[in-house]
């Protein structure tokens, strides 16, 4: 796992610059029951972590998820020398100053000055919010998303008793704006439209400056779930089309970014922010408790979770002061790699003879399967949806053999249909596929590798 010890080193140092601001309390006796078998159990609570998929390797190359920054690590694990909670300034003090500004950032990064916004304990609270603000504003109205966008706004829409609808995707995953618009003209019942700033299965990225043209025609709000993708909005290296939306995302009501997905933070940092600071209002709640004990802003006071880790806020502070969200700056550089990565080892398999692959790398999501080849039948060569799907799952069990960790996705046959020869027997509408999140920057000194791991299975 290549543990730097230097970095435990910064954060002995750091722990005392941290206990020397309460030097001048009266020393006590801390009871701490059990120090004495502390170090047996931490070991064995080590073996225990031993069974994991090696996240930290540029072969895990699966599912969404990247090593937090050690920056942040340490952050985090200082902070819970006191564990702060934000959800109040009697609790977190220091820690909700940190979230303010390390919010503010990312708020500008959006190009937004003046909003509201604050950090949740991930994607799913973070697009509850949005959208719980969102159906308050737009009583009755429906919520709509493309049949890409994450399973979680149909379920935070059946918490909230919105009404939801899925909108048909185009070739590329992203919404299909026919069908939004033929939808949107047929009645005048829809309160939010969700834009997906990448999406979870493929990385693709909605139109949204078509969208804000037609939310111009028919009223509604919009609510940009940039939880995976939103801090491409910083990456000098995307299509056209691509920059082009996240260039308006400015213009959306509300955004949702993860920073515990690219954000290098641990898990349990998500953030929402909407554009009309105002909507404040409407978290307002009468406590029967004395949480707040001051006039200035308590973070509980504008947001839907109460008790929240202070500690989230002390690691992305300490990140974003070590890597500033900046364009061409060394944090942007790391998504880049991550894009080329997808587009490296994208551009490998569509040039063999091995592989299959749905449409260009939006992001750093890449989606191959097994190329049928009838000229040449071996026991693997698959003739139809369906064995094309089994033998992605068999490739999937044999990579990991190899010690190359993918993901599965099963995805709608049509996104394949560029590179899917009219022999292949169409008996299934979705395909197993195999998923790769490229979202380490090492991965890009690592396409060769796990391509020829890939041709070799
Ligand atoms: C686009 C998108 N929205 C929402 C979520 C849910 O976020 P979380 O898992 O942090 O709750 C995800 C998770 O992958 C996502 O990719």
Redesign the pocket.
């Known amino acids: 796992m290549q543990i730097d010890h230097k970095s435990l080193a910064a954060l002995i140092d750091a722990a005392k610059t941290l206990d020397a601001g309460f030097a001048n309390l009266p020393p006590f006796d801390a009871q701490t029951p059990g120090a004495a078998r502390l170090t047996e159990i931490l070991n064995e609570t080590a073996s225990r972590l031993q069974d994991n998929y090696p996240y930290f390797h540029p072969l895990y190359a699966g599912q969404?998820l990247k090593p937090p920054h050690p920056v942040a690590r340490l952050a985090y694990a200082l902070a819970m020398f006191i564990n702060p909670n934000n959800h109040a300034l009697d609790g977190g003090r220091a820690t909700s100053a940190l979230e303010k500004e390390a919010v503010a950032e990312i708020a500008a990064m959006f190009g937004w000055k003046n909003f509201l916004g604050h950090l949740t304990g991930?994607?799913?609270m973070a697009?509850l919010e949005a959208l719980w603000i969102a159906g308050q504003l737009a009583p009755g109205k429906k919520v709509l998303a493309s049949e890409q966008a994450?399973y979680?706004h149909h379920r935070i829409s059946s918490v909230l008793q919105l009404e939801f609808e899925s909108i048909p995707v185009d070739k590329h995953a992203r919404i299909d704006l026919n069908a939004l618009e033929k939808r949107l003209a047929a009645k005048n019942d829809v309160g939010t439209v969700v834009v997906?700033m990448?999406?979870?299965a493929t990385g693709s990225v909605d139109p949204l400056p078509e969208i804000l043209k037609l939310r111009d025609r028919y009223n509604f709000r919009i609510h940009a779930?940039a939880?995976?993708g939103g801090y491409f909005t910083l990456a000098q290296n995307l299509a056209p089309q691509t920059a082009a939306a996240f260039a308006k995302i400015a213009e959306a009501d509300s955004i949702v970014i993860?920073p515990?997905?690219h954000g290098l933070q641990p898990y349990g940092c998500?953030c929402v922010l909407f554009r009309d600071p105002s909507v404040g209002r409407l978290y307002k709640h009468d406590s029967p408790y004395t949480y707040f004990s001051s006039a200035e802003l308590h973070l509980g006071e504008i947001s839907l979770e109460c008790s929240r880790p202070g500690a989230a806020a002390a690691a992305l502070w300490a990140t974003q002061k070590l890597l500033p969200l900046k364009k061409g700056g060394e944090f942007a550089n790391g998504l880049e790699q991550g894009r080329e990565a997808a587009q490296a080892l994208y551009k490998n398999l569509r040039t063999d003879d091995t592989f299959l692959v749905a449409f260009e790398p939006e992001l750093d999501i890449i989606l191959f399967a097994p190329k049928p080849n009838p000229k040449s039948p071996s026991p693997f060569a698959p003739t139809s949806i369906s064995e094309i799907s089994t033998r992605s799952r068999q490739i999937f069990e044999a990579a990991a053999k190899k010690n190359l960790h993918l993901a599965l996705a099963e995805l709608p046959v049509a996104f394949f249909e560029k590179t899917l020869p009219p022999t292949v027997q169409r008996d299934h509408p979705t395909l197993t596929a195999l998923r790769s999140v490229l979202m380490k920057p090492e991965h890009a000194a690592w396409t060769d590798k796990i391509h020829s791991i890939l041709t070799s299975l």
């Open positions: 969404m991930g994607g799913t697009n994450h979680t997906t990448g999406t979870t779930d939880a995976y993860d515990h997905k998500g």
